[in-house]
């Protein structure tokens, strides 16, 4: 099985447009050297800012003069000239919590106790900020922060701000969902413990991402009896299967071309990158040119019609 966490960069306009600091209107306005270096000698006479220009996928380090947001203090980009430029000050970028936060990439990392996680990304380099790493299940955080967690096969999330988003709320990021919850395929969905499914209620599947899992409403494979925009996937528990949402509407159907389970129509799920009907080897019901195969992946019993 195979199946998507959205995640993504994030910005704030300031609540009020008489706080916004002093900002240049035009890169020629930051001074000759206006390009800069956000993760080591800045070269610049303020701030080493992101500039993101709106309406496209750009995004490149500049002097600015809008750094007077303090580390991991609330931040914001501030809008002008086509362009988007974070506030924070010092070698700090406005991360995906709205929080300044120490900028890094693949060479400039952080400390074994924090994470990188991505802000921007542009042709050439990506910019990212350090976090620091939690327990999800300790809730160890500061006041007013929870452990997000970002990447299911690490046994640890990041501390970030807490978000309102209740089980079921649509999310883009788990920044957005309440305390023990993540974003996972577009929904706020409750993490758990793989192997033990601390953390899901009598109804609900550990589906395992790794190291940490998801809670998923449980369903019947063979009846596929999730809600509509559901489909019951089954992930090897012998119990049950579990209902996702369908990545794409309308699903794809039986046959067609397809790259995550969760496209495919419901009853299905994409093997070899084509949708494909699940079966009772004990009892099959394939078609007459398929075969009921067993499916390593799949609980005992179950299978897939293939030709």
């Not at 919590?97 to 991505?118: F, Q, Y």
């Not at 949402?245 to 419901?266: F, K, N, S």
Request: hydrophobic fraction near 30%; include cysteine.
């Amino acid at each position: 099985n195979s199946s998507s966490q959205d995640s993504g960069p994030a910005s704030v306009e300031p609540a009020d447009a008489s706080l916004q600091p002093e900002v240049v209107t035009t890169k020629a306005e930051a001074g000759a050297s206006a390009q800069c270096d956000v993760f080591g000698d800045m070269g610049c006479p303020e701030h080493c800012a992101l500039w993101k220009e709106q309406g496209t996928l750009r995004v490149e380090s500049r002097c600015s003069s809008t750094g007077s947001t303090p580390s991991l203090s609330d931040c914001a980009y501030v809008e002008t000239a086509g362009w988007s430029i974070d506030d924070c000050e010092g070698r700090s970028i406005c991360s995906v919590d709205h929080k300044c936060r120490t900028a890094c990439n693949s060479e400039h990392t952080c400390d074994p106790t924090e994470l990188c996680l991505l802000v921007e990304q542009s042709e050439l380099e990506v910019f990212g900020t350090c976090f620091p790493r939690c327990d999800p299940q300790a809730r160890d955080c500061p006041l007013g922060e929870a452990c997000r967690v970002y990447d299911l096969s690490l046994p640890f999330g990041v501390c970030a701000r807490l978000g309102q988003g209740t089980v079921g709320s649509e999310c883009g990021l788990p920044t957005e969902c309440r305390e023990d919850l993540t974003c996972f395929n577009g929904e706020c969905t409750r993490v758990c413990t793989t192997g033990t499914a601390d953390g899901c209620a009598a109804d609900e599947l550990c589906v395992s991402g790794g190291a940490l899992g998801v809670c998923l409403s449980r369903c019947d494979v063979s009846v596929q009896d999730c809600a509509p925009g559901y489909g019951c996937y089954d992930f090897g528990d012998v119990s049950s299967g579990a209902c996702m949402a369908h990545a794409i509407v309308p699903p794809v159907p039986l046959g067609e071309a397809c790259v995550i389970d969760t496209q495919c129509a419901p009853g299905s799920e994409c093997e070899g990158n084509v949708c494909r009907a699940y079966c009772d080897l004990a009892a099959p019901q394939c078609d007459a040119t398929f075969t009921c195969t067993s499916v390593e992946a799949l609980a005992p019993g179950h299978g897939l019609c293939l030709p």
